[in-house]
């Protein structure tokens, strides 16, 4: 197995490989559909695409049980810093070797302030590349651009892009993405966790399996994805 990716609902992705524990966008405690315990999920590392509440989530809780180190841009690291957490930063573009695999930030269309309306810095989507090899696509918030066909020429094995419309692209928008990614597989989040954002994923899927050569799996909160 290169890799584990388990979708814990909205966009909390659980991510295992190469051994470690990876965490993403640790929304739990407050989020109506999620599938795991924040009490008890294991995390060596919590990447956050930005500083809103639905992506910051339990991220505090969590790094202070764990002592897992927080991956974020600049500024959101700063502020974590402040409250004890240990933090490594990047930003965008710049990519890292950390023990998981080589990680770079991308560029994400949204906003990213922090709950207490401090300054966030730029949102950001994360492109990893495993021990193995394959490259993971996590987009984050943000709407279509046409640079995700730069990120596309990388060779994406997994593409995780958010379909819900109003806050995100919606599916329209989230189709064209995977035409300009061109990834092996797709896995569709940030949808239908409140009714705003409500969306048929897998109508969405029947219509990138017809128009693209990706593979899509819609996934129940909980449910993992496993490469190969
Ligand atoms: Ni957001
Ligand atoms: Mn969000």
């Known amino acids: 197995m290169a890799f584990k990716l388990t979708w814990i609902g909205h966009a909390t992705l659980a991510l295992e490989t190469n051994g470690y524990h990876v965490l993403v966008d640790p929304y739990i405690s407050q989020?109506?559909?999620a599938s795991a315990d924040p009490a008890a999920i294991a995390a060596d590392y919590i990447l956050v695409t930005h500083g809103h509440g639905d992506h910051l989530g339990d991220t505090i809780e969590i790094a202070k049980r764990t002592g897992a180190m927080v991956i974020a841009n600049f500024e959101i690291c700063?502020?974590?810093?402040?409250?004890?957490?240990?933090?490594?930063?990047q930003h965008l573009g710049g990519g890292f070797h950390h023990p998981f695999g080589y990680l770079k930030l991308t560029k994400a269309m949204h906003g990213s302030a922090l709950p207490d309306g401090s300054y966030g810095g730029n949102p950001a989507g994360f492109l990893l590349t495993t021990h193995t090899g394959e490259k993971i696509y996590m987009a984050g918030d943000t709407g279509l651009f046409g640079d995700m066909q730069l990120i596309g020429e990388e060779g994406i094995t997994l593409a995780v892009i958010p379909i819900g419309d109003n806050y995100t692209m919606?599916?329209?928008d989230a189709l064209r993405a995977v035409k300009l990614l061109t990834p092996e597989h797709v896995i569709p989040i940030h949808y239908s966790t409140w009714g705003l954002i409500?969306?048929?994923?897998?109508?969405?899927?029947a219509r990138v399996q017809a128009e693209t050569d990706a593979q899509v799996h819609v996934l129940a909160p909980g449910e993992g994805f496993i490469y190969p």
């Open 31 to 33: 989020n109506p559909t």
């Open 78 to 89: 700063n502020w974590l810093e402040k409250k004890g957490i240990k933090v490594h930063s």
């Open 170 to 172: 919606g599916p329209d």
């Open 198 to 205: 409500a969306q048929d994923p897998h109508a969405w899927a």
